[in-house]
């Protein structure tokens, strides 16, 4: 018998996808073929990795009569099915590209599954690449599409020319000729030493720009490299006695917050003008404010503290008369950073850059992600004092020579357009940390990148990066990261993958059937076209004679991309139908490109950057987009079969999460409806839902998806009911839209978990009942007897189970510190599944996984009980707004696997209640 499901539309190893793609969204974790080029909301590529091998593998556990079957067989499917997802965990390895056997041995696999020939993936709106990427590594041919030529450009760097030049020497002439070049060593090779002949020759042109400074004698005198020129921006102060001067807008006087290395500015103020000292060790209260009064632009006046509001920083600034001022300087003194006053001497000779080129392109002003226009920063050029625009230019312009002295050494044209693609990467490497909108990190000494959100946020005070030295933001750090991260790219035997730019939503789809799995836009979160032209303007200049096809226009396509941006279409009710007619078009594209022995696989992610409250109608937007993405699956002949919540957040395993945030992505695995799918009425979908509802629950709770995630996941098999009609009609005869399916899919869940009590002791019923209508407040004693009374329960027998703390005419339930510690081994001590749910979150607060899982072997049937309790409690707690009291209970059933796995090594022993 053949089954009939793929692993992903079953059970996947999800813990273990959450820490890999958890890990992989870090920062610092080494070279990563992330870090060829930056992209905002890049997919975890371990998940993309984990979603495509389970895609196409069937599970051997899904055939028809799988229950029936004899206990060999069924145990030798189970087996199967251990080794696949033994399988994925083993591809989720922190470094993939040095374990080839187990990708090796995925490819064998996959074959099998797909009756020895592999089939191809297409990813139609492939942003940062994470799935062409991960589809190559899995031996598949690759494909990527975007209507947007920075990501296109992005992706052909990681899965054309790595795979194409595959153990290609390098061409340049001082490279080793006996060596053996292996994989994209040798391309990486020669991206080290064009670049650093970029190097030699920018210091030739550009060099006198960036002087050393000499040291006082207290650091050891002599000349030293600086690392960075820390400024401020300046407008007209607003008091008539100080018009004429330029006062500074600071947000932070201190330059070094590291313990026994703390440095900061000291304001001087002389009469009508102003300089600033630096002074060692902590600062001063109130100092980590700089001018800043409180939140947004909000100033004061450095000379007569008059406030300057965001009006009037508007206005300096739209009208010309914001400018810069050089407040400090961070040299190299060796062992350690100096921090030493400005100098006028290099403040002349940063006015002194006189850049060939400007890049004149407009900034669209979005509210919610692009800020600066109204400061008057309206042109990319805007964006980057003089100096950073002569280095950047100079180094693009580098390139074009760089591209021939490639082919001079030796090298094809194709190779000297890869040569020169990578290096244009690493100008745009530069470019995110040499502008003016760049902090300098007191924490960590070094200056930060524009792009630590998706949005291009204003910057008072800036860091600007010595771009000639070897420090964060100069050149050759640069190209020498990139070399790294192409090492990491993945060489398989397939061919190279294929990027075109195109619409997604336009109608020219392969002929062929493909494998689709694809990370979408997000509704209106993030103005990727917008961000990306931040980077699109130099990459035009570095390339646009490498890749004509991709940079022809002056910016990035806007009119047609597939956001819900209300500034670009109007109102919010033109971008919503904008978003959603495009994603019609689109999903009926794949409906008629996609292979049907695969489910599609679609990501939405659900922002976790911002909170609510940091977007005026956030929640709305957010829930909006999700419905609408489910809108248009369905609508373009879509049914959905399974849903995933993928956490890739660091917050993932902090103390089991500790804390309430929902998952980073949702993974829908969607299947063709058949034509012959009926039409359904609203009492045969609830029909439905409450049959195929509570099994699924089950499952999930047994999987240990957390009670954060469990409304999440449990759409999969509820979506799965609804979708499999054409359409679902209501009472009314109207056609049921996907919000109010959702609506009666969250009640049915709240009911079930409701039902969850009728399981557990009468003790523990009476707790949660009191609970929900109290919570840990005392109430009157009338009241807990009435509903002692009809749960079948005394007061008396309450206090026995040491759950309640009664007196004075009051009761109330206690909270977990109250409860003994010893109740447990007390003896004639009365267990409870409320009691025993409680004390498993205090002994996992104290004690860990291990202590819990010694609780578990002694609680015995009371911890499942305790463990289902969680679920409940959590959910009454959400709906309650208790979010405090509601993470221990999703802490609990997170650790709650790792627990029990440790029981196993435990010797068996129950305390019966």
């Known amino acids: 018998m053949k089954p009939t499901k793929k692993l992903i539309e079953t059970v996947i190893p999800l813990a273990e996808i959450n820490d890999a793609s958890a890990y992989d969204k870090m920062p610092g974790i080494g070279a990563h073929p992330k870090g060829i080029h930056h992209w905002w909301a890049r997919l975890p590529l371990p998940c993309a990795r984990a979603v495509l091998f389970a895609s196409v593998v069937d599970d051997p556990c899904s055939i028809e009569g799988f229950e029936e079957l004899p206990k060999p067989e069924k145990d030798k499917r189970l087996a199967e099915r251990e080794y696949l997802h033994n399988l994925i965990i083993r591809l989720l390895d922190k470094k993939p590209h040095e374990r080839p056997e187990v990708f090796e041995e995925a490819r064998r696999v996959i074959e099998q599954a797909c009756d020895g020939k592999m089939p191809e993936v297409l990813d139609p709106f492939t942003g940062g690449g994470s799935i062409p990427l991960e589809a190559q590594r899995l031996g598949f041919q690759a494909h990527g599409r975007d209507l947007n030529p920075v990501p296109a450009l992005i992706t052909k760097a990681t899965i054309d020319y790595p795979v194409r030049f595959a153990d290609h020497p390098p061409v340049n002439p001082d490279s080793p000729k006996k060596m053996k070049w292996t994989r994209a060593r040798g391309l990486a090779e020669d991206v080290r030493y064009y670049g650093n002949r970029m190097l030699e020759e920018a210091r030739k042109r550009i060099g006198h720009l960036y002087p050393k400074l000499t040291l006082p004698a207290e650091y050891g005198g002599g000349e030293a490299d600086v690392i960075a020129w820390i400024w401020a921006r300046t407008v007209k102060s607003p008091n008539p006695a100080f018009s004429k001067v330029d006062v500074p807008l600071i947000s932070n006087y201190v330059l070094s917050s590291k313990k026994g290395k703390e440095a900061y500015l000291e304001p001087i103020i002389e009469g009508d003008s102003y300089r600033f000292e630096v002074k060692q060790g902590k600062a001063p209260q109130g100092y980590s404010d700089g001018t800043k009064l409180g939140r947004g632009a909000n100033f004061h006046c450095l000379l007569s503290k008059a406030p300057m509001s965001p009006s009037y920083i508007k206005q300096e600034g739209s009208a010309g008369r914001m400018g810069q001022r050089l407040i400090a300087i961070v040299a190299d003194g060796g062992r350690q950073r100096v921090y030493l006053p400005a100098c006028p001497e290099h403040e ?49 312009d580098l390139i074009a020579i760089t591209r021939s002295n490639v082919e001079y050494d030796g090298g094809a044209r194709d190779y000297a357009n890869a040569i020169a693609t990578f290096l244009a990467c690493s100008v745009d490497r530069v470019s995110d940390f040499n502008n003016s909108l760049t902090g300098w990190g007191a924490s960590n000494e070094k ?47 397939s061919t190279p993958g294929q990027v075109k730019q195109q619409d997604a939503a336009d109608t020219k789809w392969p002929p062929q059937s493909i494998i689709i799995s694809t990370d979408p836009p997000y509704y209106d979160n993030i103005s990727y076209a917008d961000l990306s032209d931040f980077f699109y303007v130099w990459l035009r200049r570095s390339l646009r004679d490498v890749h004509p096809e991709l940079l022809s226009t002056l910016l990035t396509p806007k009119t047609e991309e597939l956001i819900a941006s209300p500034y670009r279409h109007g109102d919010k009710d033109k971008a919503k139908e904008h978003f959603e007619s495009g994603f019609r078009d689109a999903f009926t594209g794949m409906k008629h490109a996609l292979d049907p022995r695969f489910p599609l696989t679609v990501y939405y992610a659900m922002k976790q950057t911002e909170s609510d409250s940091d977007v005026k109608g956030g929640p709305s937007g957010r829930q909006s987009g999700w419905e609408t993405l489910l809108e248009s699956l369905i609508q373009s002949g879509f049914q959905i079969t399974a849903t995933w919540p993928v956490r890739a957040s660091q917050k993932w395993r902090m103390v089991g999460m500790g804390t309430n945030a929902l998952a980073s992505y949702v993974v829908l695995a969607c299947r063709l409806r058949p034509e012959s799918a009926l039409t359904g009425t609203r009492i045969e979908f609830l029909r439905e839902l409450d049959r195929e509802l509570p099994p699924a629950l089950r499952q999930l709770q047994e999987e240990g998806i957390p009670a954060v995630d469990l409304a999440q996941a449990i759409l999969g098999p509820a979506m799965a009911i609804y979708s499999r009609y054409q359409k679902i009609i209501e009472a009314d005869g109207e056609r049921m839209p996907v919000s109010s399916a959702l609506d009666l899919i969250n009640q049915r869940l709240g009911e079930m978990l409701s039902g969850i009590e009728a399981e557990l002791d009468r003790a523990s019923q009476w707790a949660v009942a009191w609970f929900e209508s109290f919570g840990h407040a005392a109430a009157e004693a009338g009241e807990a007897d009435g509903l002692c009374r009809s749960k079948g329960v005394s007061l008396e027998g309450l206090r026995d189970t040491g759950i309640i703390h009664a007196g004075g005419g009051k009761v109330r339930l206690l909270r977990r510190d109250e409860m003994s510690e010893e109740w447990l081994l007390a003896p004639g001590g009365k267990l409870t599944d409320w009691g025993v749910c409680q004390q498993m979150i205090a002994t996992q607060e104290k004690q860990g ?45 997170t650790a709650w696997g790792d627990a029990q796995r440790l029981t196993d090594k435990m010797e068996d022993f129950k305390l019966e209640g």
């Open 849 to 893: 996984n291990e202590g819990l899982a010694k609780l578990i072997k002694q609680a015995g049937s009371h911890a499942e009980s305790g463990r289902a309790l969680a679920y409940r409690l959590y959910d009454v707690c959400e709906r309650k707004g208790w979010a405090k009291d509601a993470t221990p209970y999703n802490v609990l059933v």
């Open 348 to 396: 002349r000779v940063a006015a002194s850059a006189n850049p060939e080129w400007y890049p004149s392109q407009k900034i669209n002003y979005d509210p919610r992600n692009i800020w600066v226009p109204p400061y008057g920063l309206n042109c990319y050029g805007d964006l980057f004092t003089a100096r950073q625009l002569n280095a950047l230019t100079t180094l693009s």
């Open 447 to 493: 200056v930060m990148h524009l792009f630590g959100r998706q949005a291009i946020p204003m910057a008072w005070d800036f860091a600007e990066a010595n771009t000639l030295n070897e420090v964060v933001g100069g050149w050759k750090p640069s190209y020498e990261y990139t070399a790294k991260c192409i090492q990491t790219c993945p060489i398989t035997p």
